[in-house]
Nanobody, 114 residues
């Protein structure tokens, strides 16, 4: 059974930082493209950042220079370091793992507010 469990969300003031983690089980993690999506109220889910099985990364323009995605294949864990957070980063953040099909976590709430 595939499980993706996100953690690390919370309430942070503008300019603050958070580190999201996604622990994967039930898959050969190192073979998967993994990434973070987010969905704000009333908006579509969007790709925030992704990292291929070879370590190639991609970012949404809105987070370039502020967010860093990384993976630890030995721990089957995906990370998202988020710095310089803005109110518009408020959303539910979802972890995804994609190889032949996509798997999703349940999401973790990130709220940026003073």
């Amino acid at each position: 059974q595939v499980q993706l469990v996100e953690s690390g969300g919370g309430l942070v003031q503008p300019g603050g930082s958070l580190r999201l983690s996604c622990a994967a089980s039930g898959i050969e993690f190192s073979r998967y493209f993994v990434g973070w999506y987010r969905q704000a109220p009333g908006k579509e889910r969007e790709l925030v950042a992704g990292i291929s099985n070879r370590g190639n990364t991609e970012y949404a323009d809105s987070v370039k220079g502020r967010f860093t995605i990384s993976r630890d294949n030995a721990k089957s864990t995906l990370y998202l370091q988020m710095n310089g957070l803005k109110p518009e980063d408020t959303a539910v953040y979802y972890c995804t793992a994609r190889f032949l099909r996509a798997h999703w976590g349940q999401g973790t709430q990130v709220t940026i507010s003073s």
